[in-house]
């Protein structure tokens, strides 16, 4: 018995259940057969009940045996975000396998409880980098894959098995199974229709402006990040055509600076940076793509609280929806050290970029790079 999960609470519950019934510890043994030692050590965790006598003392307690043991198997919305935090400094602080075995025992712990399963796996993916071998990052996506693909079979949340599935879809990417890929999605319904202007209308029938232009500001935010998404791997596919390259680059960059971005979210014009530069490269022009490159490391070396998702002057009202209505709020999926350390090697281990080896303004993006990576560590 001494064994038990410390999750189990039966102890502390029994005692208070007891109190609140003003009965004695021999009153309960009494009712239910046995001796007041073993009461005694029941609410002191010594040990435990026989499974029998369980639903006698939920039934005398009126509570289910899952309250008399204290066992929770869902989680609230703050419970993940603490969850996810803790695992996520865990997995920059503590050895890789032994933080994934913690993540595993609270998979099985909580696996009725689907949002906690999607968020394990977008854990899975955001640090699967730091498995030892391909082997390991391979496997930790497969595990990521499953536990998608059991949030789309049982979650009655709608949109949550939306994510579901095009997660899996990315997991199926990673692991370079394409076919895989088109079958899920094709059976996917790619037109929808948005309810948020419905949604602002009715709040701004029924007295609320404010509530309607919440709502609409982050579908915006969330439309616009959607468009750069979009843009970005046709960006890639127009590499064998200079023109409609360079005229993609032209539009992407102009939609960055017209809403600001490298201020509202440098998270994605880092990859806007890094995909572009590569496109540069394969059309010959060197120059051009270290030019990107240096916008890169600038960004790189802001001052990491940019980089949560926030709200800027014009998404005045989008810092209080992120925080109401996302289960990491305005939260970074991964620590410091860990984002830091994988946007230099995102530049320095990069066979496109090996080219640029030979130039200095290259070792000096290098340099800079690693000083914003050890400024990561320190912090």
């Known amino acids: 018995m001494k064994n038990t999960p410390k999750e189990i609470q039966l102890g502390r519950i029994l005692t208070e259940h007891r109190r609140k019934r003003g ?3 021999e009153e309960l043994a009494a009712y239910i057969g046995v001796s007041k030692a073993s009461v005694s050590k029941w609410e002191t965790s010594t040990t435990y009940p026989d499974i029998t006598l369980l639903p006698l003392l939920a039934a005398f307690f009126d509570i289910s045996i899952d309250t008399l043991m204290g066992y929770e198997p869902q989680m609230t919305d703050e419970d993940i975000h603490r969850m996810y935090r803790t695992l996520s400094q865990d997995f920059s602080e503590k050895p890789f396998e032994e933080v994934v075995r913690n993540c595993r025992d609270l998979t099985k712990k909580y696996f009725s409880c689907t949002p906690v399963l999607f968020q394990m796996g977008i854990l899975y993916l955001n640090h699967c980098g730091l498995a030892g071998t391909k082997e390991q990052t391979a496997a930790l ?6 536990l998608f693909e059991r949030v789309k079979e049982e979650s009655g949340d709608i949109g949550l098995a939306s994510q579901a599935v095009n997660m899996e879809a990315l997991c199926l990417l990673q692991l370079g199974r394409p076919q895989e890929v088109l ?3 094709n059976a996917c319904e790619i037109t ?22 919440s709502i609409l500001q982050a579908s915006i935010y969330h439309t616009l990040l959607e468009l750069l998404n979009l843009m970005l791997p046709y960006q890639e596919l127009c590499a064998d055509h200079k023109t409609a390259y360079e005229e993609t680059y032209r539009r992407i960059e102009a939609i960055s600076h017209i809403f600001q971005l490298d201020s509202l979210h440098p998270g994605i014009r880092m990859n806007i940076c890094l995909s572009s530069a590569r496109g540069f490269l394969h059309q010959g022009d060197p120059e051009t793509a270290l030019d990107i490159l240096e916008k890169y490391a600038a960004l790189a070396a802001c001052d990491f609280a940019q980089m949560r998702l926030h709200g800027d002057t014009y998404f005045d009202l989008l810092d209080d929806w992120l925080e109401k209505n996302l289960v990491l709020g305005s939260d970074l999926p991964r620590e410091e050290s860990v984002i830091r350390s994988s ?4 530049v320095a281990d990069d066979p496109d970029f090996s080219q640029l080896l030979d130039h200095d303004r290259f070792r000096m993006i290098l340099h800079k790079l690693k000083a914003a990576q050890d400024s990561g560590r320190q912090n």
Request: charged fraction near 20%.
């Open 343 to 346: 946007m230099l090697q995102a």
């Open 23 to 25: 009965i004695t510890q």
């Open 183 to 185: 079958e899920l999605l």
């Open 141 to 146: 996506i497969e595990e990521a894959m499953a």
């Open 192 to 213: 929808r229709l948005t309810p948020e202007p419905l949604l602002a209308r009715a709040w701004q029938m029924v007295g609320n402006p404010n509530e309607a232009k």
